[in-house]
């Protein structure tokens, strides 16, 4: 089985500060990650995701985030956060070897301050 | 396509009374899964289907928790009878094989 921790509950960052939310995961398998944005009274929508490839993902919206399988993490970085940026994120993993369902973290809460 | 659609949004009940939650998932997509978010313990996977059969419902709290999927477009989640440590956002999501998880709005549940 798979299981997600996201190590900080809560991120404050002021605006145009780089951000970085921290994800460690584990399996015994190998595995897809995944990374969730959920805007306040909105469902979740998927904001990148590591199948296989470059470690390193993009998203539209100028976060990325690395796969590291030694150290089992796949943290999510931006460079230079807006107002706009603030919400839930949700990191989730997936078993390569089948269809199973994505087991989620808690979630981080990025507030960016003005 | 219109997205995940669940209703109703909100629902403020009683305890002790029936909840249905309802569910219709994108056209097309062979997944469904139904998850629980509360501020203690995130979000859960309660149960899901693949091709209108429930795969794995080991995420269920309680008896008093049930759901169906009579058809590819419908499902529901039902309570009952309901208790206020109900209280949390259900969302509803489908997927088609490996693509992404698309999620519904959700239902905020209040149970009094």
């Known amino acids: 089985a798979q299981s997600v921790t996201q190590l900080d509950s809560q991120v404050p960052v002021f605006e145009e500060a780089p951000v970085e939310l921290r994800c460690n995961y584990s399996?015994?398998?190998?595995?897809?990650l995944f990374w969730y944005v959920q805007y306040p009274n909105q469902g979740l929508q998927l904001l990148l995701k590591?199948?296989?490839?470059?470690?390193l993902v993009e998203s539209i919206n100028g976060f990325e985030a690395e796969f590291n399988k030694s150290q089992t993490s796949f943290h999510l970085r931006k460079p230079s956060v807006h107002i706009s940026d603030t919400a839930e994120y949700f990191c989730?993993?997936?078993?390569?070897?089948?269809?199973?369902?994505?087991?989620f973290g808690k979630g981080t809460r990025l507030s960016v301050i003005a | 396509d219109a997205g995940v659609i669940q209703s109703p949004r909100h629902e403020v009940t009683e305890m002790g009374q029936e909840v249905t939650l309802r569910c219709k998932p994108i056209?097309?997509?062979?997944?469904l899964f139904w998850y629980r978010q509360t501020m203690m313990r995130g979000l859960e996977l309660l149960i899901y289907?693949?091709?209108?059969?429930?795969?794995?419902d080991s995420g269920m709290p309680e008896d008093r928790f049930s759901a169906k999927m009579p058809n590819a477009s419908f499902s529901t989640l039902k309570i009952q009878p309901s208790e206020p440590r109900d209280s949390a956002v259900y969302f509803c999501?489908?997927?088609?094989?490996?693509?992404?998880?698309?999620f519904g709005s959700g239902t905020q549940l209040s149970v009094l």
């Open positions: 399996s015994s398998v190998s595995v897809y």
């Open positions: 056209s097309g997509h062979d997944y």
């Open positions: 989730a993993v997936s078993e390569v070897s089948g269809n199973t369902p994505l087991v």
């Open positions: 999501a489908s997927r088609q094989g490996w693509e992404k998880l698309f």
């Open positions: 289907f693949n091709n209108n059969v429930p795969i794995d």
């Open positions: 590591y199948l296989s490839g470059s470690t």
